[in-house]
């Protein structure tokens, strides 16, 4: 295959890539992660607040790096910002990651890179998570990017790759704290590989007195980004202690989990095979050629020059090692297999080549390459209901503790009454739920500064809104306490998670005169004040209304 | 010791009661053949003035005029949505109400209809509705109307309507919202007379899709 065709071929997977990825991409209803991360970044877009948090919301990359984002489309604050802003950040990356692979020809071949890169483009966990404002997609471009920056050391590359190598790093620090997974897993792959190649090595101008220093380079270059990120650009310098309280944090949940606890099959079920209320999924066949490819390279004893048996064993090693440990650990949600099943992707492309290098019928090879497109197809459809048809459907196996669309719903009707009330906009809402069941409020809610959270009934404060949010654990309380003067509706928050709704009732009267056949709609016609507004205000002698949020209450 | 006294005598009297208890003049218990449960943990404690009260218990006898005959077995049904996302529409009268897999029909997000050809016009006495029962859901907008119709512009008898918000823009639904469980939901007709029954939905509390798992339409044969 000639560079240029495999240049149109990787160009072309791209442009299925972005397709798949920014297709309805404001669509699916905002997961509580994705909302809490928004707020976290409108206090670095409204006020330039950031603060490492060792036990909650990781690394600072995503922040920093949504500011261009949000600048371009002008902005400025939580109540202006919109899911395109934000998502269009891990989009971003998640086709970068593409773009990555090409870096891998000399060494894997330009068949597998550009198999790769198809099967990257198309793959429905590597679509459905470059669509969510969450760090993963950031995440696995950094740790792609780390792992063909030391395979590239490795075989020569030079003191300019241990520094991209070494900012490759830092960044995948600086997104998120189980780079300590990724990183290492990398290192010892690839001194697997160095060793297991015997007098097949690569020349290499850096091993011996050069090695020290392009080391060195490495580790100043991580170093560097990681105090840049973490001490939010050398504002706060003490946040970098932070980083080992992180470590105790993650590794406690890690081992002992209260929450999220899967059996070590869980990731490689996922993308097997999975089935639920009538659908099915599978990304059987990046598995598979994972596999041809990981056969490919210990079969390999050519000993050439070229760093041809390196490439592959190196790349297998480090799927197995990461994906090893991530399945090892009991905590497990899905997002958290992308950093090693990027590296899958380029192996299944060596799966590929081999078995179309190996056979000399060309009647077999264009069978094997119709298959490949056959199941590239498959793999883009799948990818198309999982990001859009099914984007929210709990038997999506990529969906985890998504917010449904009856939540979309229930902020629209409350948008909606506000529009009826005096106060408009500024009309108090109050939130009555543990913290877990408030998200993603605060970001449904944002152009109203008058939201008060509470988790737990009991302030008349909050019994005098004209529309009260509540977790079914305090409805009866409610029932009880508000009486006839409130109508009451039901929405679903999550998958089996209820939330009551209590209206005031000539509020919903005037709501229902709306509805009548041939009425105004009000919240069709009267946009709501989305002018900058101090977020989550407090009303007269209230305390300040923010929505709560501990460590344990979100999934990372 | 009095307390126990009769506490034990309004337990005998209440056993004796439910023994005994005989079905109105004219009528007889409706034997109805009910799935298995899916699901387990829908909370029990949920009084509200727009949601019908979850017991956990089972409904009880619901008595029908005597000679009524389950009429839905097996007939058409059509739907606004012509290629559902996943099933046949045949599935919502074909007798299976498991909740598992394979045994719904999905229909498309928004608002959308299934509608029963009973054949004749027939003097209605229970229908029974099971959307999808493996998930603890509400269904928002669900409507039952019967109509000699077809196309349900004239005469037609609104049964069961919890359109709460009148969404529908049609009128404000006077009926509760459920929760969706194994036993389905029966809706009482009153005798309502039609050919054609047709139930609707616009969505449910976990996606905006709409489901069927069986639809029975009870009545008397002639």
Redesign the interface.
């Known amino acids: 295959m000639t560079r240029a065709v495999a240049g149109a071929l990787v160009a072309l997977a791209l442009t299925a890539g972005l397709a798949l990825r920014t297709a309805r991409l404001t669509e699916r209803p905002m997961h509580h992660d994705e909302a809490n991360q928004a707020v976290k970044f409108a206090a670095l877009l409204e006020r330039g607040e950031y603060r490492y948090d060792a036990r909650d919301h990781h690394g600072p990359t995503l922040y920093y790096l949504t500011l261009p984002s949000a600048w371009l489309r002008g902005q400025h604050t939580l109540a202006l910002l919109d899911e395109a802003t934000l998502r269009g950040v891990p989009v971003v990356f998640g086709a970068a990651t593409i773009l990555l692979l090409p870096l891998l020809s000399a060494g894997i071949g330009r068949t597998a890179v550009v198999t790769a890169a198809l099967l990257m483009a198309l793959s429905p966990a590597m679509v459905f998570y470059s669509r969510m404002y969450i760090q993963e997609a950031l995440f696995a471009c950094f740790a792609l990017a780390f792992v063909i920056g030391v395979g590239r050391v490795a075989t020569g590359g030079g003191f300019a790759w241990a520094a991209m190598t070494g900012v490759a790093a830092g960044l995948a620090m600086a997104t998120k704290e189980t780079a300590a997974i990724v990183v290492p897993s990398a290192v010892a792959a690839a001194a697997i590989a160095w060793w297991s190649v015997g007098a097949g090595r690569p020349p290499n101008a850096l091993i011996g007195r050069h090695l020290r220093r392009a080391t060195l380079v490495g580790l100043a270059a991580a170093a560097g980004v990681v105090a840049l990120f973490y001490s939010s650009f050398f504002s706060a310098p003490a946040a970098l202690l932070e980083l080992f309280r992180a470590a105790g944090t993650y590794l406690d949940r890690g081992i002992d989990p209260s929450s999220h606890i899967q059996p070590w099959h869980y990731y490689l079920q996922l993308l097997t095979y999975s089935a639920s209320g009538g659908l099915r999924w599978s990304e059987g066949l990046v598995l598979a050629l994972a596999v041809v490819g990981t056969i490919a390279a210990w079969q390999r004893s050519d000993g050439s020059s070229s760093g041809s048996s390196f490439w592959p064993r190196y790349l297998a090693g480090d799927v197995v090692i990461a994906g090893g440990i991530f399945s090892a650990i009991p905590y497990k949600t899905p997002w958290n297999l992308l950093p090693f099943y990027a590296g899958a992707f380029a192996l299944a492309g060596v799966g590929f080549a081999t078995l179309v290098s190996k056979e000399r019928s060309r009647l077999v090879r264009v069978l094997v390459a119709g298959a490949l497109a056959a199941g590239s197809v498959h793999l883009g459809w799948q990818a198309w209901r999982a990001a859009i048809t099914y984007a929210a459907d709990p038997r999506n196996p990529y969906v985890y503790a998504q917010t449904v669309p009856d939540a979309v719903r229930m902020a629209a009707r409350i948008r909606h009454l506000s529009a009826l009330h005096p106060d408009g906009a500024r009309m108090q809402v109050s939130v009555i739920a543990p913290p877990s069941e408030q998200w993603p409020l605060p970001w449904y809610l944002r152009g109203m500064p008058n939201v008060g959270y509470w988790t737990a009934p009991g302030d008349v404060l909050a019994l005098q809104a004209p529309v009260i949010v509540s977790s079914l654990e305090h409805a009866p309380a409610l029932e009880q306490a508000l009486g006839d003067r409130y109508v009451s509706e039901y929405f679903g928050l999550r998958p089996e998670l209820l939330l009551a709704v209590y209206i005031d009732r000539g509020l919903w009267d005037r709501f229902l005169a709306t509805a009548r056949p041939g009425s105004e709609d009000p919240g069709a016609t009267r946009e709501l004040d989305a002018r900058p507004t101090r977020r989550l205000s407090a009303v007269r002698g209230a305390p300040v209304f923010r929505p709560g949020r501990t460590a344990a209450e979100r999934v990372p | 010791m009095t307390k126990r006294f009769f506490a034990s005598l309004a337990l005998i009297f209440l056993t004796l009661a439910a023994l005994t208890a005989q079905a109105p003049a004219g009528k007889e218990e409706l034997k109805l053949k009910l799935p298995k449960p899916m699901?387990i943990?829908t909370?029990t404690?949920?009084?509200?003035?727009?949601?019908e009260a979850i017991t956990g218990k089972s409904r009880g006898p619901f008595y029908v005029p005597a000679g009524t005959v389950l009429l839905s077995a097996k007939k058409k049904v059509t739907s606004s949505d012509t290629q559902p996302v996943?099933?046949e529409l045949d599935m919502i009268t074909d007798g299976e109400k498991s909740g598992g897999?394979?045994y719904?029909v999905?229909l498309g997000p928004g608002p959308q209809w299934v509608q029963i050809d009973l054949g004749a016009s027939r003097a209605l006495s229970a229908i029974l509705a099971w959307h999808y029962h493996?998930?603890?859901?509400?269904y928002r907008d669900v409507m039952v109307l019967v109509s000699d119709d077809p196309a349900f512009k004239t005469g037609v008898t609104t049964v069961f309507n919890n359109d709460?918000?009148?969404?529908s823009?049609?009128t404000?639904g006077k009926d509760k919202?459920y929760i969706e469980v194994a036993e389905g939901k029966l809706i009482d007709p009153k005798g309502a007379k039609g050919r054609y029954v047709r139930l609707s939905s616009n969505?449910?509390?976990?996606?905006?899709?709409n489901h069927y798992v069986e639809v029975e339409v009870y009545g008397l044969p002639k």
């Open positions: 699901f943990g909370p404690n949920l009084k509200s003035a727009n949601l996943i099933g897999d394979g719904f999905e493996s998930q603890a859901r509400i709460h918000d009148n969404s823009k049609m404000v919202e969505g449910n509390t976990t996606n905006d899709l």
